[in-house]
């Protein structure tokens, strides 16, 4: 049979979806290879949230038929949904598919061999209904596992609702039985994630159950140790959410809790369904239930009417919030959304310094957190990377721990001592945002 290999651009639920359909593709017979293993198929999954994401796809298909020049190269995602006309034009594309159609790939593409003419499967967005369940296991620590898809809010900025669709969920019976399916393969840790997962419960536009009820069964029904909460919206991060996390033993402290940014001008500007002052009481809130937690903070800079006055509100909101680390995006005109066609756009040299004072408070802030948890002992999930004989691990609160590589360390909780040789090496600003010199 054909060899595969995927290659993942974007977020956690991208990657949770590409591993689902590299799994459809081994249940089929085919081989899964790494990506510079000369792969008859290459399989890229896009992302469509930066102007930087949509170079990122023409790279990556470049550096497939460099390895192999007469590979079959089939483009998902959210890039392929919005503008799949001018992935055609990628030289040795020979497969797009839409939203309703990714998962459907080996349906529709029954021989793996180069085309003449690269095929276009797209559907329109309102179409799209259906909900896949998809998770990732080839790290066996470490899960993700998708509860919801799509987006029913209409951030001015965002291009997501027109490539995932209305807002749509699983059943919570179905993420109990996955969740206890990939129990099985010693995972302990599930991360979950989705596009706007605190709106979870929606089927075919009707709400049939809460997030605070998935929470819930996960963590009476099943036997993984640990669950996290990949990014939820403020406004839906109830006291209800937070008090059972706060008391549960398989939940972890852990938030991650988009802010995009401080000013209420601005906030209005984008559409976000709140002000400063809710979300700065959900972080009071937060830290008043669990004083250890980890809050994580996403925060666009340069978005079109962002004077300096509105990024200074922003820089001292943020710092005067007891939260732990930032993922700070620099703003970029998205076709097909409001935002472009705002006055006042920020110059670009202006939104990259912006963004790079925030990078550094994100830092300061992170080594903060860091510090105060500096001679406690908490428990270490250890993963099997290693990396110049090192290996590193997460505290319940995503502290990242590192320790000389012990083979019976890997995938074990371990209680650990927090001190300056094993944590405060690390100071990256978070995965694919380095500060820039």
Do not use: W
């Amino acid at each position: 049979m054909k060899s595969i290999a995927t290659y993942t651009l974007g977020c956690k639920l991208n990657y949770s979806e590409t591993s689902t359909l590299g799994r459809q593709f081994q249940d089929k017979g085919y081989t899964i290879v790494q990506f510079q293993d000369k792969a008859d198929i290459y399989l890229i999954n896009t992302c469509s949230v930066t102007d930087n994401a949509d170079k990122k796809c023409k790279k990556v298909v470049k550096e497939a038929l460099k390895y192999n020049p007469n590979a079959f190269i089939a483009i998902v995602g959210c890039y392929a949904q919005l503008k799949p006309q001018e992935i055609v034009q990628i030289p040795g594309v020979d497969v797009v598919l839409g939203a309703a159609e990714k998962f459907k790939l080996l349906d529709i593409i029954t021989t793996f061999e180069k085309k003449t003419k690269p095929e276009v499967h797209h559907s329109p967005i309102s179409d799209i209904t259906d909900f896949y369940c998809s998770y990732s296991i080839e790290d066996r620590t470490r899960t993700f596992l998708k509860v919801q898809d799509g987006c029913d809010y209409s951030c001015t900025f965002c291009t997501i609702p027109l490539a995932r669709g209305k807002s749509r969920s699983d059943s919570i019976e179905n993420i109990v039985k996955a969740a206890n399916d990939i129990a099985t393969d010693d995972v302990k840790e599930i991360v979950l994630t989705g596009v706007n997962i605190g709106d979870f419960g929606l089927q075919d536009g009707k709400r049939h159950a809460h997030f605070l009820q998935l929470i819930q069964a996960l963590d009476a029904h099943t036997t993984i140790p640990r669950f996290r909460i990949s990014s939820i919206e403020p406004n839906l991060l109830t006291d209800d959410i937070i008090d059972f996390v706060a008391q549960s033993q398989r939940f972890m402290p852990h938030f991650h809790v988009p802010l995009q940014s401080g000013s209420d001008k601005v906030l209005r500007l984008m559409r976000r369904r709140y002000l400063s002052s809710l979300y700065e009481d959900r972080v009071a809130k937060l830290k008043s239930a669990m004083p250890h937690a980890c809050i994580g903070v996403d925060v666009i800079t340069g978005f079109p009417g962002e004077s300096q006055e509105d990024f200074e509100i922003t820089y001292h909101f943020i710092n005067s919030l007891d939260v732990s680390y930032l993922h700070v995006f620099t703003y970029s005109e998205r076709d097909s959304t409001i935002a472009k066609d705002m006055p006042n756009s920020v110059p670009m040299p202006i939104r990259e310094a912006r963004t790079q004072k925030l990078r550094e408070l994100s830092i300061l802030k992170k080594k903060q957190f860091y510090t105060r948890h500096l001679g406690q002992n908490y428990e270490v999930l250890f993963e099997n990377e290693v990396k110049n004989g090192q290996m590193n691990g997460f505290t319940q609160n995503y502290i990242k721990v590192t320790m000389p590589y012990d083979p019976l360390c890997v995938n074990e909780i371990i209680n650990t001592k927090l001190t300056n040789s094993n944590i405060l090496n690390d100071t990256h600003i978070a995965e694919n945002e380095p500060v820039r010199a």
